[in-house]
Structures are given as structure tokens and as C-alpha cells.
């Protein structure tokens, strides 16, 4: 039973660039939420998606978006970045058991 | 609004003993759920254990149990026989609304995290 799987592990972009993260949830799981975590930090809530909407939002710009393909995968797009981008960035799925499980991240650089 | 304290940056254990982390609450909700996840190194959160705030036992899941006391607002996670293994940054965390399903389910709150090192 495969886990929580983001992609790409690590990358770098320099400011102002776009970025696309990609999650598929745990299988039986239809919610997906991403976190932003800075060094140092716990995780902040970026939004959460369930039956393809956007259902719940924290406190980001419009710069952040994503969108939930009707196999329950997600992305989360990122434009122009700034330098306080750079963070580990969270997917993590839920079905009808209050837990989340989390991915392993995706760590972004911007430089 | 809702908030999670956790009030110690790092603590230390030796192998085998038991160390117990603190967590307080902070919610004008009446149904919320308690976690907690434990995050190596490598960056993926574990998760360890959760309490539903309507739960009147305290949540035990192998070494792991969720010391709850709903009066004081805290929700501090006791590990027995702590192994080398056990270092890594733990978090607390809430989450409204748990038992609500779907979309009624919130977004987790998390704390600041503790930094556990095992001692041999």
C-alpha cells in the first residue's frame, strides 16, 4: 500500500520563476492539503482539496495555487517566487479518519 | 482561533527511560481532534497518535501515549522506553471538527515542535 508520494524531491528556482509540486495521496484517501514548513518551524496550512475544489484556505497570496485531478492527485503551483518561498513544502491526504499522512516533502531553494 | 504551545526547543532522554513531551491547547471549539507527528531528518511527518477532544480514555498506541487533560487544555505525549531511533523533532497538533467527515474536517494547527535526542 503505497504512501504519500510528492515530487520532485528538491529543486531551485531563482525569484520571480513559477514552480509546479506534485502529491498522490495514500490509496483509499480523496482529501489533499499542503503544508509549508520554514526551517525551524511547524507546518502552515496552505489549502486543502476534496472532490476537486479548493475547500479551505490559509493565510497565502493568490501567487499560491492548486488544483485535485479526478484521481484525488494534486499540484500546487507557485508564482513568482520570492526568496521567502524557500521551505519544505507538505502534501498530505485524508480520508474518513481524522489523520493526516504526510509525504516527504518537496524542498524548495530560491535563489 | 487556534493555537498549540509547545514550550520546550529541545530535550534529552537516555536509552530506555521515558520522557514525556508537553502540549497546550488553545480552542473555543467544542470538537477537536489532538495529534502528534514525529519529523526525522528526512522531513516526512510520521504520524504517532491522536485524541478526539470527546475521547474520555487517553490514547495509547504501542510506546506512545497521549496524556490528556481536557480541563488544563494539554495534551502532552509520553514515549516508554525511548530507543536511539526516537530522536527527531516532534510536533503537536489540532485539527477542528475531527469527526465531521469530508470536507467538514479542518486544517491542522501545529506548534513550534521539541527536538528529541536519545542518549545511549
Known amino acids: 500500500d503505497a504512501g504519500v508520494t510528492q515530487s520532485p524531491t528538491h529543486l531551485i528556482k531563482t525569484r520571480g520563476q513559477q514552480v509546479t509540486l506534485r502529491c498522490s495521496p495514500k490509496s483509499g484517501h480523496d482529501t489533499v492539503s499542503w503544508y509549508q514548513q520554514a526551517l525551524g518551524q511547524g507546518p502552515q496550512f496552505i489549502f486543502q482539496?476534496?472532490?476537486?475544489?479548493?475547500?479551505q484556505r490559509g493565510n497565502f497570496p493568490d501567487r499560491f495555487s492548486g488544483h485535485q485531478f479526478p484521481n484525488y492527485s494534486s499540484e500546487l503551483n507557485v508564482n513568482a517566487l520570492l526568496l521567502g518561498d524557500s521551505a519544505l513544502y507538505l502534501c498530505?491526504?485524508?480520508?474518513?479518519?481524522?489523520?493526516?499522512?504526510f509525504g516527504e516533502g518537496s524542498r524548495l531553494t530560491v535563489l | 482561533a487556534q493555537k498549540i504551545t509547545q514550550t520546550q526547543p529541545g530535550m534529552f532522554v537516555q536509552e530506555k527511560e521515558a520522557v514525556t513531551l508537553d502540549c497546550t491547547y488553545d480552542t473555543s471549539d467544542q470538537s477537536y481532534g489532538l495529534f502528534w507527528y514525529k519529523q526525522p531528518s528526512s522531513g516526512e511527518m510520521i504520524f504517532l497518535i491522536y485524541?478526539?477532544?470527546?475521547?474520555?480514555q487517553n490514547a495509547t498506541e504501542g510506546r506512545y501515549s497521549l496524556n490528556f487533560q481536557k480541563a488544563r487544555k494539554s495534551a502532552n505525549l509520553v514515549i516508554s522506553a525511548s530507543q536511539l531511533g526516537d530522536s527527531a523533532m516532534y510536533f503537536c497538533?489540532?485539527?477542528?471538527?475531527?469527526?465531521?467527515?469530508?470536507?467538514?474536517?479542518?486544517?491542522?494547527?501545529f506548534g513550534q515542535g521539541t527536538i528529541l535526542t536519545v542518549h545511549p
Open positions: 498530505a491526504s485524508s480520508g474518513d479518519r481524522p489523520e493526516l499522512f
Open positions: 485524541q478526539g477532544s470527546y475521547d474520555e
Open positions: 497538533a489540532m485539527r477542528e471538527n475531527p469527526n465531521a467527515g469530508g470536507t467538514s474536517y479542518g486544517k491542522l494547527t
Open positions: 482539496y476534496y472532490e476537486e475544489e479548493e475547500r
